[in-house]
């Protein structure tokens, strides 16, 4: 393992007071200041998740059609109300919504929502006053918000120049820049190689006497936008969480293609409701689901004030989603699953995720989890949790992602390798953050040549080996870096700070904060 991490780029700075990380501080200006690995790698810029990229506030986008509960199915009354506003003409980005009565809906069918500019919207997410949409029938999700992502390659690619990226960066070099221009969409690639595997240890997975391979592809990828463009520098609008380092990819190097990507829709939005599935003690894998809400290849939209009840996977921001606000959304499990794979509360498989202010209570539950191969920045600001369950990202190195002012006080907050949990997850997640968290527990583990912080934590922070089959332990893995464990850190909040630093105080007041005082 590389030792590189711990060669701090902190200058000649004065020692830093108490209850302050070495990794990010504010500066005697009140600015932040960043320390950097050997190689530059760097706590990442968490700001930019959340609709529209961050401090944009939520619309409100005015009703056209209202729809009231019946005594019988209401799945195709909703649906034809659905398709009526996704016929009418966007005016600004947005078409109208749908507005649901107060009152039970039962629908025994998925409700999808498949266009731009529409909105589904209750009279309230509570249980007395407010609009229920009780599941019926066969297990089904309750809501799908999706759109069909499809991705072209315009003119040549080029290639990545630089011998190592890092992570929290935003400017890269590539061999010819003469047909890029500020605004392109990118795709940069960075190759999945057995030199890459080796060194992270995830080349020698098995179970019951097989290979069970990490990660199952030859490439990871990141999509980003292009800020402005000086001779074969590119600076990206948005930084990278992973770093990329050209010596695990001999005789190759990173394609670097300018893309369209169309397919998405944008500025769907689902609010001030409640759905509701039959409590249940679900076997997963076997028995078959009631979920809550999907959504997938959406960009720029949001999950706003909705309660979940017995729903087994609640929400899930799938593939292809960028720019998504999940606000004040709450997840009651009455129920526990009854095998040891266990549900996700909020499962997140996109970009510039901001899942803030949410809760739920359950036992034998992901409250939180990042999916596989994505790179952030995804965010879970100031959500609470009560129940045995844990915020864990779940599978095969996504990167980027911050947990801040987040509370587990009976569970547990995990940056970890999960080993051959699941189908052989190994290392779930890199260059991640937590930030002034309270839990149960904290297991901070550090990747090869990589970081993951724990900085303010209140809780136990946890050694463990990597899990593997068959039960056998091996040493503890090594440490994240824990700093004023304990003890809370300036600033309060991460992102916040961050947002505030880049956008000002109207963009905390945009997203419902108040500026620090």
Known sequence: MRLRWFAFALGCAAPLALAQSKWVHPGPDGKLVYAQSSTGDRIVDFSYAGYRGGGVALPVVAGKVTVKPTEGDDTAAIQAALDEVAKLPLVEGHRGAVELAAGVFHCSKPLAMNASGMVLRGAGSGEKSGTTIQLTGDPHVGLEVSGKLAQRILGSPTTLSDAYVPSGGSVIHVADASSIHAGDMFLIVKPVTPEWLHFMGMDALERGGKDEHWVGVKELTARRRVGSVSG??????????????????????????????????????????????????????????????????????????????????????????????????????????????????????????????????????????????????????????????????????????????????????????????????????????????????????????????????????????????????????????????????????????????????????????????
């Open 232 to 517: 074969n520098a590119i600076t990206l609008e948005v930084p990278l969480t992973d770093d990329i380092d050209a010596k695990f990819f001999p005789g190759e190097h990173p394609v670097v293609s300018h893309i369209e990507v169309t397919g998405q829709i944008a500025e769907a939005g689902v609010e001030s409701l409640r759905i509701v599935a039959p409590a249940r003690s679900v076997a997963l894998g076997k028995d078959p689901e009631f979920d809550g809400i999907v959504m997938k290849d959406a960009v720029d939209s949001w999950i706003r004030e909705v309660n979940l009840e017995d729903t087994t996977n609640s929400v899930r921001i799938e593939s292809g989603t960028e720019r998504i606000t999940v606000l004040k959304v709450d997840v009651q499990q009455k129920l526990p699953v009854t095998t040891p794979a266990k549900p996700f509360d909020f499962s997140v498989n996109g970009s510039q995720i901001l899942i803030d202010r949410c809760s739920g209570k359950g036992d034998e539950v992901f409250y939180m989890a990042t999916q596989a191969r994505e790179q952030g920045p995804v965010v879970f600001l100031r959500c609470k949790f009560s129940g045995n369950g844990h915020i864990q990202p779940h599978q095969r190195w996504s990167t980027g992602l911050l947990v801040d002012g987040c509370e587990v006080p009976g569970g547990g907050i995990d940056l970890m390798n999960r080993g051959t949990m699941g189908s052989g997850h190994g290392w779930a997640i890199g260059w991640s953050v937590l930030w002034n968290d309270a839990a149960g527990s904290f297991v901070v583990q550090q990747p090869p040549g990589t970081a993951n912080w724990s900085v303010g934590g209140r809780g136990q922070h946890e050694s463990q080996p990597m899990p593997t089959s068959g039960g056998k332990k091996g040493a503890p893995l090594p440490s994240g870096i824990v700093e004023s464990a304990g003890k809370p850190v300036q600033p309060a909040s991460l992102y916040l700070e961050q947002l505030r630093e880049r956008l000002g105080d109207a963009a905390l007041a945009a997203i419902g904060y108040a500026p620090a005082k």
